[in-house]
């Protein structure tokens, strides 16, 4: 997980309580991504950021928010938390091509 | 919808055999293609990417792609226990963002020695 970094690792919460997932980068990637992977799902895409200050609702952002805080940084936010969103979320940057991408080792979420 | 869709598996090959993942996408005009391979509990890790008809090599891994049957496959050649893992096919579709990947739910490939 060269570069990429997330926190927590693990996380329970309870149902309508609210949490920010950290993600950052050192290798200068201006593209930086959210995704959730449930069991025989793959990845389904939330949010991401294809640069500093901007950001795109991916195939599923309803229950979620985002921030670019800056070109390092990018933060998940579930303002009260679903047991559907029990899921295992990966940050990932990718470089100047598609050839360059990194995944975060992953926050696995228990929502009960 | 734009999907990419992968036999779930369990694929069972034994060592040193040719293992041998396939990917099918809906969308014709895509243009980059992408494997992965992810360790239970562990993060994605890209393996190899195709852009172009044909075959690509990387060592004991194969990708092959074509687009007029809009498949995409992984050949991994003197598989190995290690090998073991789940890989994902991975599609840029061409009227998404420049980077944005649509993924497959992946195979799960168990070598046996």
């Known amino acids: 997980n060269a570069g990429v970094t997330q926190t927590p690792k693990f996380q329970v919460l309870k149902t309508g309580q609210s949490m920010t997932l950290q993600c950052a980068q050192d290798?200068?990637?201006?593209?930086m991504y959210w995704y959730r992977q449930d069991p025989g799902m793959g990845l389904r895409l939330i949010y991401y950021?294809?640069?500093?200050?901007?950001?795109d609702k991916g195939e599923v952002p309803n229950g979620y928010n985002v921030s670019r805080l800056n070109k390092r940084e990018f933060s998940l936010r579930l303002e009260s938390a679903a047991p559907s969103q029990t899921s295992v979320y990966f940050c990932?940057?990718?470089?100047?091509?598609?050839?360059?991408?990194?995944f975060g080792p992953g926050t696995r979420l228990l929502v009960l | 919808q734009k999907e990419v869709e992968q036999n779930s598996g369990p694929l069972s090959v034994p060592e040193g055999a040719i293992a041998s993942l396939n990917c099918t996408y809906s969308d014709r005009v895509s243009q980059s293609f992408f494997w992965y391979r992810q360790y239970s509990g562990k993060s994605p890790e890209l393996i190899m990417s195709i852009y172009s008809n044909g075959d690509k090599e990387d060592g004991r891994f194969t990708a092959q792609l074509n687009k007029a049957s809009q498949y995409v496959s992984l050949l991994i050649r003197d598989s190995q226990p290690s090998d073991s893992a789940t890989y994902l096919c991975?599609?840029?579709?061409?009227?998404?963002?420049?980077?944005?990947?649509?993924f497959g739910s992946g195979t799960q490939l168990t070598v046996l020695p």
């Open positions: 290798m200068n990637h201006n593209s």
């Open positions: 950021s294809a640069s500093e200050g901007t950001t």
């Open positions: 991975a599609v840029r579709f061409s009227s998404g963002s420049a980077r944005q990947l649509t």
């Open positions: 990932a940057s990718i470089g100047s091509s598609l050839e360059t991408q990194y």
